[in-house]
């Protein structure tokens, strides 16, 4: 299910923002594929939305009819999400094509750029970046922050603790863990080891599409899973190459393509909030997109909120409203209907 920032607004915005301009994304998608000279995918989350199992299933149908190519290049936006799909959706976009050129016109985070290590070549913006891919999860066990919300907790922030207990304890025998276990249950220890061990196997199985040398492979990995300060650190184009990444700069006029399909994008899945009073509120917005020559799908999360003061968090109500959509463009007419995933 796609997350949602639940900060509340005090604003109700109109619906009549949010309009899906096909004809105009579908004109830019043809005058990019023409720049390339290949087909183009674009994979677009907002800044609510995430990389989860249903994308697979949502591209697989984006791509259902598409013969196999010499080259398929994926205009990927995305701040991450979950790195088992994106592994299953490196799969199936790598037997689409005989390479895969990953074009990021903004930000491909986490998740995002595990699949574009699954790329022979990545195309950045000069403003976009990668970023690490270290790890945080959300487990049952885990501590929760003011409004009630469990926490992400990760590897890196783990091992920093204990690092800076032994070097300010020289000496001393107590054991940095017994004092992390009435903050930290020791189950969400041992998830958060695996869950950094599951990031080093998916980024190396990602980059064996294409790295034969497992030492360059797993240099990588370990830089992107270890070795950078914070999790949404960018790693811009000098950054990438500097450790073993095949990135270069995109060409100017296929950034400015990318940056009005990316306009467009956002323009449709700008969030739309109306507030019933100060314990309810409605949501409409696209969270997803995925586009290619004459298809398009989006999934559109359309659900209401109450505040549950004795839990101090907000949860959702009629979430059946929720789902994934496809539009088509039959003799210049715009075909939409639900896609059952």
């Known amino acids: ?77 995305s701040n991450g999400g979950n790195g088992l799909a994106s592994l299953r959706i490196a799969n199936l976009l790598r037997k689409r094509c005989k390479n895969l050129i990953v074009l990021v016109p903004t930000c491909a985070a986490s998740a995002a750029t595990m699949i574009a290590l699954a790329a022979d070549e990545i195309w950045l913006a000069p403003h976009a970046n990668l970023s690490p891919v270290d790890t945080k999860i959300h487990h049952a066990l885990a501590p929760v922050n003011q409004i009630n919300d469990q926490v992400g907790v990760g590897q890196d922030e783990l091992s920093r603790i204990i690092a800076l207990w032994r070097k300010e304890s020289k000496g001393s025998s107590s054991n940095p863990y017994a004092a992390l276990w009435p903050y930290i249950h020791p189950l969400v220890v041992g998830a958060v080891d695996r869950a950094n061990s599951l990031s080093l196997k998916l980024c190396d199985a990602l980059m064996s599409f294409h790295i034969s040398n497992a030492a360059l492979r797993r240099k990588i990995a370990t830089m992107l899973t270890r070795e950078y300060p914070a999790h949404g650190y960018p790693v811009m184009l000098s950054e990438a190459r500097k450790i073993g990444i095949p990135a270069m700069e995109m060409k100017p006029n296929i950034e400015k393509a990318l940056s009005d399909l990316q306009r467009y994008y956002v323009e449709a899945g700008k969030q739309n909030r109306i507030d019933v009073d100060q314990d309810h509120h409605h949501d409409n917005e696209l969270t997803t997109i995925a586009e290619r020559k004459g298809k398009m799908v989006f999934f559109r999360l359309d659900r209401d909120w109450y505040y549950r003061a004795e839990e101090r968090r907000w949860l959702p109500m009629n979430t059946s409203r929720d789902g994934w959509y496809t539009i088509e463009l039959r003799k210049g007419m715009r075909i939409e209907k639900p896609l059952y995933i």
């Not at 299910?1 to 005090?10: I, L």
């Not at 609510?48 to 994926?74: K, Q, W, Y």
């Open 1 to 77: 299910m796609k997350k949602k920032n639940q900060n509340r607004s005090s604003m109700a915005v109109s619906k009549d923002t949010r309009k899906m301009r096909l004809l105009e994304t579908q004109r830019v998608v043809i005058q990019a594929e023409k720049l390339l000279g290949g087909p183009l995918i674009t994979y677009w989350n907002s800044r609510n939305g995430e990389i989860c199992d249903d994308d697979t299933e949502a591209l697989r149908h984006v791509l259902s009819t598409m013969p196999f190519s010499g080259r398929l290049f994926l205009c990927l936006t």
